[in-house]
């Protein structure tokens, strides 16, 4: 769909509408005038009909458009007449193909009474569719005449068509007599004047009612495209009525021949005004002729009105024309070059533009080339000459067939001649940036070539100096970064160690921060297109010498847990324009009033710099530690010690935060420090060691004092701790055994209380059942005894020697022999 607009604006046919509605009225009380029941009357109060869906939403206008058609078909959702209608009438239907143009779609609801009411609303149509060429002249080339370097062309015009005849393209046509005519309506004995006004100051005035047709008042409409849609509509009303005086609606084509007489007539029966609203479903081009007619001839004495004319139609008459014929579509030549059909074309190509309009002003714009040509070719050689703004411009050349006579002629971009029979030509120096010369080869005859070469003359102007910030400053030992220039966009940047000339950087320079000094850098740019260079720009940069460091009171502070801190600008010694950091690099600068936390035991370091005022260098960072010490704190008391003459005795206590060790014994007056002499070692430990204590050393005191590094902080002390030392009881009494090898020997024995007996002169476990010693080998056993009183001490081993005698060896013996009642004598042995 290309357009549609609808307007509720209560527009010209309401107007006609309500005076119809008006005179409907006046019948119905005529017809209840007849009547004589009063009661009847009053019971039919009418109201006029209403319409629902005369809303744009309601009625959701589309227009759809088919190509080669003129016009659109136009739908929409019909509204919607309220009950008491008795007919409902409309101009146009959903549906209907409408001309190009704002249509007013009007529906009429009549009610039994014969009163109206009335949905109005606009439909505009487009034409978007452009005029046609249907023949056109195709592109030509000739050949020129070797004299006149010329060629002569004649070619058929054009021929066009359209979607919609031409003329002037709008639909319908209202004609309210407010302002003159056009030439071609055709007027016979009407006029247009004031008087009996129907609607405005003016309408038309019909002055001979005649009975002759050739003498009655008429008046013809110029010829109008119909495409049987819609209906003709106007109001009319008479002075008088008599001699059965009619209006007339005739139809004519465009020669003015009768196609329907009385297409629509009536007779006046009153003098009210009357509108009418007569379809009209020819299609094709007609004239529409109002006439009047009455029984009289020369009828002077009644006078009919007529005004607000509309026509479902478009006129298709050529209304700047006196002959008033039939539009044409308009097509004209737009190429301007002055040349005709039929002319002499000179060498080179001529472009013949025709551009055809319709009814709408849509156009259609269409060309064809006449080229001429001959057989002398354009010069060659480079098109495109450059130099640099502040150089002269060089010598440009053409190429041409000297061989033949052959020469150049070169011209200006104004077409002067600037050089002629010459290959080489210097412009002169000039400010203009562009020049452009056309190069043509000319033969023995006169004759130009009918192409040339194009030569583009540039001056480049020289691109601006880059950019560049300066002077720019570090401080000694800053990270640099290498340096930076702006240019134009895509221009190259060069760097150079001097104002003119110098050593080229391959790259950015980038300064050196190692030694305080200013260095001089220059940069130029190089225009990306034309190579031309700027003028150098020139960037100081400066290193400043840094600051030395601050200095501190001490560079490390140690507090005990919530001890007051300074402010850390307190601790310096020596410094202005102080920043202080938590990093030894980087992190977050803080301020010279922050107090450092004392609340939580631990280490924190800040660091501190100094800025010179001018340069605003800064020194490097000095560190300042701030320990946080936990006082000493007793986790784990020392328990009383009870041990045995000799034996060894440790107290050991746990102590956090701690960072001196003192144990001290107690004289009975003074706690007194211990030192690492007998019997004690590790006094300045955690544990204390007593060895081998004496029984001199029964029932003493001892604690342990530890302290912090941090001296505000308050030693701890752990719990008094006694200890007990019980005394050995004597060795037990025993005696030494003897027995001969391989006796039967008893179990040992010993003097003393809860006996223990052992194998080994130290260590050993202890057994309460005394050892019976083995006699199978002869040797000397040692064990050992022991004795342990009621505090469980035992007492020094005593020790028995078992001695086993070995056996001596059988004595030597010789056998004995008697006889029976010999006399034997002793045996004997040795």
């Not at 560049?468 to 570090?474: D, L, R, V």
């Not at 401080?475 to 080229?504: E, I, K, R």
Request: with cysteine.
């Amino acid at each position: 769909m290309n357009s549609c607009t609808i307007n509720y604006k209560f527009i010209l046919l309401i107007f006609l509408s309500t005076i119809q509605f008006a005179f409907a009225k006046a019948d119905l009380n005529f017809f209840f005038s007849e009547r004589s029941n009063e009661s009847f009357i009053n019971s039919f109060e009418f109201a006029p009909p209403t319409f629902t869906g005369c809303d744009t939403a309601s009625l959701n206008v589309q227009v759809t458009y088919t190509a080669g058609q003129c016009g659109g078909i136009v739908n929409w959702n019909a509204p919607i007449a309220s009950v008491d209608a008795v007919t409902v009438t409309s101009n146009y239907q959903p549906g209907d193909n409408i001309l190009p143009g704002t249509t007013a779609i009007v529906y009429r609801a009549e009610n039994a009474a014969g009163e109206v009411g009335i949905c109005t609303f606009n439909v505009t149509v487009e034409d978007n569719e452009k005029p046609l060429f249907d023949t056109f002249p195709s592109n030509v080339t000739l050949t020129a005449d070797p004299d006149s370097c010329t060629a002569t062309h004649t070619w058929v015009e054009p021929t066009v068509s359209d979607n919609c005849p031409a003329g002037e393209g709008e639909a319908p046509v209202l004609q309210d007599f407010e302002s003159a005519l056009n030439q071609c309506y055709v007027f016979t004995k009407t006029s247009i004047d004031s008087g009996g006004q129907i609607n405005g100051s003016r309408n038309l005035i019909a002055n001979s009612l005649s009975l002759a047709t050739f003498y009655t008042s008429t008046i013809v409409t110029p010829t109008m495209y119909f495409n049987g849609e819609g209906e003709i509509s106007f109001s009319h009303s008479i002075n008088t009525v008599a001699n059965n005086a009619q209006i007339h609606v005739d139809i004519l084509d465009s020669s003015m021949a009768v196609v329907q007489t009385d297409f629509f007539s009536k007779v006046y029966t009153d003098t009210a005004v009357h509108q009418e609203n007569i379809p009209f479903t020819l299609t094709g081009n007609y004239n529409i002729r109002i006439r009047y007619s009455s029984t009289v001839f020369n009828n002077t004495a009644q006078i009919a009105y007529l005004d607000d004319l509309l026509l479902p139609g478009t006129i298709v008459t050529n209304l700047t024309d006196t002959a008033c014929e039939l539009a044409e579509y308009s097509l004209i030549r737009t190429d301007g070059n002055g040349k005709l059909n039929g002319d002499d074309f000179e060498i080179g190509t001529t472009i013949i533009v025709y551009r055809v309009f319709d009814a709408n002003d849509q156009f259609t714009t269409r060309s064809f080339t006449i080229t001429v040509e001959n057989d002398l070719n354009a010069p060659t050689g480079s098109s495109e000459y450059t130099y640099c703004e502040g150089n002269l411009p060089p010598e440009m050349s053409v190429t041409v067939d000297e061989s033949v006579g052959e020469t150049a002629n070169w011209y200006d971009s104004l077409g002067n001649l600037v050089a002629s029979n010459t290959t080489s030509y210097t412009a002169p120096d000039s400010t203009e940036l562009f020049r452009n010369y056309s190069v043509y080869s000319q033969n023995v005859n006169g004759c130009s070539s009918d192409t040339f070469i194009s030569i583009d003359l540039y001056q480049f102007p020289l691109p601006d100096a880059p950019t560049a910030k300066s002077p720019i400053e570090y401080c000694v030992g800053d990270a640099p970064v290498p340096l930076q220039a702006s240019g134009d966009s895509g221009n190259t940047l060069q760097w150079y160690n001097a104002a003119t000339g110098g050593t080229m950087y391959t790259s950015n320079p980038t300064p050196s921060t190692t030694t305080a000094g200013s260095t001089f850098y220059y940069v130029e740019q190089t225009d990306i297109y034309t190579g031309c260079i700027s003028s150098r720009t020139a960037v100081e940069v400066i290193i400043n010498a840094l600051p030395v460091r601050p200095t501190l009171t001490a560079n490390t502070i140690t507090y005990c847990l919530g001890d007051t801190a300074q402010e850390l600008d307190n601790y310096v010694q020596s410094g202005s324009n102080l920043t202080w950091y938590d990093a030894a690099t980087g992190g977050n600068e803080l301020v010279g009033t922050t107090i450092p936390e004392t609340t939580t035991a631990g280490t924190t370091d800040y660091w501190v710099t100094q800025t010179e005022t001018t340069s605003t260098c800064e020194s490097t960072r000095r560190r300042l530690r701030i320990i946080v010490n936990d006082p000493p704190m007793v986790t784990g008391q020392p328990l009383n010690a009870e041990i045995c003459e000799f034996e060894n005795a440790t107290f050991t206590a746990i102590i956090s935060n701690a960072s001196t060790y003192q144990w001290q014994i107690f004289d009975g007056s003074n706690w007194v420090n211990l030192t690492n002499a007998s019997p004690y070692s590790n006094t300045s430990t955690s544990s204390l060691v007593i060895t081998a204590a004496p029984i001199t050393l029964n029932n003493t005191t001892y604690r342990l004092v530890s302290s912090s590094a941090t001296l505000t902080c308050d030693d701890a002390f752990s719990e008094e701790r006694v200890l007990t030392v019980n005394p050995q009881p004597s060795a037990p009494t025993v005696s030494d055994v003897e027995y001969c090898e391989n006796g039967t020997a008893s179990a040992l024995t010993a003097s003393g209380t809860n006996i223990l007996w052992y194998t080994v002169a130290t260590g050993g476990t202890g057994n309460s059942t005394a050892p019976t010693p083995s006699t199978l080998t002869a040797g000397t056993t040692s064990y050992y005894v022991t004795q342990t009183n009621s505090s469980g001490c035992e007492s020094p081993r005593s020790e028995i020697e078992v001695t086993v005698y070995a056996l001596p060896s059988a004595p030597t013996v010789s056998d004995v022999e008697y006889c029976e009642n010999d006399t034997a004598s002793a045996l004997t042995a040795s």
